[in-house]
């Protein structure tokens, strides 16, 4: 492939790699936010003896999607085992807090 054709290609695949870093930057400081409320939510609650589980169960299940689709994307063992801890984690919230704990 000459240096014409590879340009060509480029051009013609629509993927733009700032776009994408962009994205996976927005979904990092998702995260982190999603993660940092959801602990000064269920320390609130905590405090007025409320369930927290809900939350637990809430943040591990967006974390586990995340990683799960990035294993699937690029197969690096890193996000299976993130994603394999979040699950049991939404797994134990949720059953804690159906029995109301």
């Known amino acids: 492939m000459n240096r014409e054709e590879i340009l060509q290609k480029s051009r013609n695949e629509n993927f733009d790699e700032m776009e ?10 998702t995260y982190i936010v999603l993660v940092l409320s959801a602990t000064i939510f269920a320390f609130i ?17 967006s974390v ?7 294993f699937i994307r690029i197969k690096y063992t890193y996000n299976l085992v993130i994603a394999v801890i979040m699950l049991l ?13």
């Open 20 to 29: 994408m870093q962009i994205h996976d930057k927005s979904m990092k400081w």
């Open 45 to 61: 609650r905590a405090n007025a003896g409320l369930p927290v589980m809900d939350l637990c169960a809430t943040v591990s299940l």
């Open 64 to 70: 586990f999607t995340g990683n799960i689709y990035r």
């Open 89 to 101: 984690i939404s797994v134990f919230a949720t059953i804690r807090f159906f029995m109301s704990h």
